[in-house]
């Protein structure tokens, strides 16, 4: 059972930073692409950022230059340091894992298995 954990959300003012870390447990995380997702009210899902298994990284437009993803195997860890955050950042962040690790994927249904969520909420 694989199983992901998101932790470092919270209440920010707009220009300040959050970093995120998902742990994951069970699996090979070593494999997997991972990536982060975000949900505001009353909107769909979209993509941030994804790695894959040989670090290759992919950002929507909107964060290059301010989010950055990580991952340390040797921790079965992936991360999102948030910098210059903004109100429209504001979200249900979640994280990710595909099986498929080749690629860093920008889209939902190519990955397997989903944290619960963290709240990122930034203040003007």
């Known amino acids: 059972q694989v199983q992901l954990v998101e932790s470092g959300g919270g209440t920010v003012q707009a220009g300040g930073s959050l970093r995120l870390s998902c742990a994951v447990s069970?699996?090979?995380?070593?494999?997997?692409?991972m990536g982060w997702f975000r949900q505001a009210p009353g909107k769909e899902r979209e993509f941030v950022t994804a790695i894959s298994w040989d670090t290759i990284t992919r950002y929507t437009d909107s964060v290059k230059g301010r989010f950055t993803i990580s991952r340390d195997n040797a921790k079965n860890a992936v991360y999102l340091q948030m910098n210059s955050l903004k109100p429209v950042d504001a979200a249900v962040y979640y994280c990710?894992?595909?099986?498929?690790?080749?690629?860093?994927?920008?889209?939902?249904?190519?990955?397997?298995?989903w944290g619960q969520g963290t709240q990122v909420t930034v203040s003007s």
């Open positions: 990710a894992a595909a099986q498929n690790g080749i690629i860093a994927h920008d889209t939902a249904d190519r990955y397997d298995y």
């Open positions: 069970g699996g090979t995380f070593f494999t997997y692409a």
